[in-house]
T-cell receptor
């Protein structure tokens, strides 16, 4: 079965601190994709990044960076120099390519990040 | 380029009533997904369409739920004989190409059962 675990339910930091959100996944598929989404208080899920299972290169986009480690089945997300606007719930998600998954997303329970000024 | 649009934003109804939600995907997207999200949880997959064909349904989708996408454009999700447990945010998403492309979500329809 496929599963995504985000062990951190809530994290609170002060502005300009760095913060890492953890994501651990389980899948039997050899080809799969991982995603991060942001859900601000307004409610709309915003796509942040997609990573396929064959590409273990870390990625950086501005203050955001992602660390994909297949050996530990983890896909962690780091925000550098956090800002109040980063306050949101962040979801990690997994999709399979075979075995009937057909592209539906399996989400973790989310990590609520609060950045205080 | 308009995003995914959902209507209504909020629906309040009495238990036992039928409700229908509409989703308009991004115009060039051939895949359309429905999810349900309850408080403090991540979205849970309900069903998805490729063009007008409904290709997969979750076990969460009981017989009281039905979804359509008659012309491969907009989709509707109907819940018959609503129950208290149906109270949730219903999210629609769309994507292009294969099933592994990023899904773009609408604002959702919040259903409240009295």
């Amino acid at each position: 079965a496929q599963k995504v675990t985000q062990a951190q339910t809530e994290i609170s930091v002060v502005e300009k601190e760095d913060v890492t959100l953890d994501c651990v996944y389980e899948t039997r598929d050899t080809t799969y994709y991982l995603f991060w989404y942001k859900q601000p208080p307004s409610g709309e899920l915003v796509f942040l990044i997609r990573r396929n299972s064959f590409d273990e290169q870390n990625e950086i986009s501005g203050r955001y960076s992602w660390n994909f480690q297949k050996s530990t089945s983890s896909f962690n997300f780091t925000i550098t120099a956090s800002q109040v606007v980063d306050s949101a719930v962040y979801f990690c998600a997994l999709t399979g390519n075979y075995g009937g998954s057909q592209g539906n997303l399996i989400f973790g329970k989310g990590t609520k990040l609060s950045v205080k000024p | 380029d308009t995003g995914v649009s959902q209507d209504p934003r909020h629906k309040i109804t009495k238990r036992g009533q039928n409700v229908t939600f509409r989703c308009d995907p991004i115009s060039e997207h051939n895949r359309l997904y429905w999810y349900r999200q309850t408080l403090g949880q991540g979205p849970e997959f309900l069903t998805y369409f490729q063009n007008e064909a409904q290709l997969e349904k979750s076990r969460l989708l009981s017989d009281r739920f039905s979804a359509e996408r008659p012309k491969g454009s907009f989709s509707t999700l109907e819940i018959q004989r609503t129950e208290q447990g149906d109270s949730a945010m219903y999210l629609c998403a769309s994507s292009g190409g294969t099933g592994n492309q990023p899904q773009h979500f609408g604002d959702g329809t919040r259903l409240s059962i009295l």
